[in-house]
């Protein structure tokens, strides 16, 4: 079955840029939204954007300043980066395999495979 | 502030049937598909109902989900104590364009 993790630096000092590449294993890259969702402590999700398999991207208009993705289906692999972070960033980072459909006026939005997640904490 | 409202908390006995709602707009839940997450104490979310009321292979027909209007439900019944979670709905903005989730919904089960 299809499994995802992240890694990256745990300690990011503010201004500076925020990188985590997520590594997908047991299955394909082809034909889904590699999505990014974070949970600062304490908090509820929150949505920060996917990378098509192909490219296409589309990002929380709240983060889309700051946000950049990249994917590399040779090496299975997928990456953020978040810029000029402040403690406000410090949550745990979630990868995750998401479909994205429009059909008859509906869409559909969903994330099915999930990373553990990685902690990141802003901090000088 | 989420853009998709749900309860804080709710709470039930073991065996017991409990609900948990989410409230959106028409740019969101009415127009658009809901899906639902359980995180479990210091867990990642795992999907727990897609397009509205599908279950994931392994999703056990306890958990159900629905949708009408602006408003989305999940439903547990015969609860039991390792159903204690964090659960979220979720769903595409139309106009954000962008995914959104509720705030979350903390399940304890008495």
């Known amino acids: 079955q299809v499994q995802l993790q992240e890694s990256g630096p745990g300690l990011v000092k503010p201004s500076e840029i925020l990188s985590l590449t997520c590594s997908v294993s047991?299955?394909?890259?082809?034909?889904?939204?590699w999505s990014w969702i974070r949970q600062p402590p304490g908090k509820g999700l929150e949505w920060i954007g996917y990378?098509?398999?192909?490219?296409?991207?589309n990002y929380n208009p709240s983060l889309k300043s700051r946000v950049t993705t990249s994917v590399d289906t040779s090496k299975n692999q997928f990456s953020l980066k978040l810029s000029s972070v402040t403690a406000a960033d410090t949550a745990v980072y979630y990868c995750?395999?998401?479909?994205?459909?429009?059909?008859?006026?509906?869409?559909?939005?969903?994330?099915?495979?999930w990373g553990k997640g990685t902690t990141v904490t802003v901090s000088s | 502030q989420s853009v998709l409202t749900q309860p804080p908390s709710v709470s039930a006995a073991p065996g017991q049937k409990v609900t948990i709602s989410c409230s959106g707009s028409?740019?969101?839940?009415?127009?658009?598909?809901v899906s639902w997450y359980q995180q479990l104490p210091g867990t990642a979310p795992k999907l727990l109902i897609y397009?509205?009321?599908k279950r994931p292979s392994g999703i056990p027909d306890r958990f159900s989900g629905s949708k009408s209007g602006t408003s989305a439900t999940l439903g547990i019944t015969g609860l039991q104590t390792g159903d204690e979670a964090d659960y979220y709905c979720?769903?595409?903005?139309?106009?954000?364009?962008?995914?959104?989730f509720g705030g979350g919904t903390k399940l304890t089960v008495l």
């Open positions: 995750a395999r998401g479909k994205l459909l429009w059909s008859s006026g509906y869409y559909y939005y969903y994330m099915d495979v």
């Open positions: 047991g299955g394909s890259m082809s034909n889904y939204h």
């Open positions: 990378i098509y398999s192909s490219g296409g991207t």
């Open positions: 028409n740019s969101n839940i009415e127009n658009n598909y």
């Open positions: 397009e509205n009321n």
């Open positions: 979720g769903t595409w903005d139309s106009s954000l364009s962008a995914g959104v």
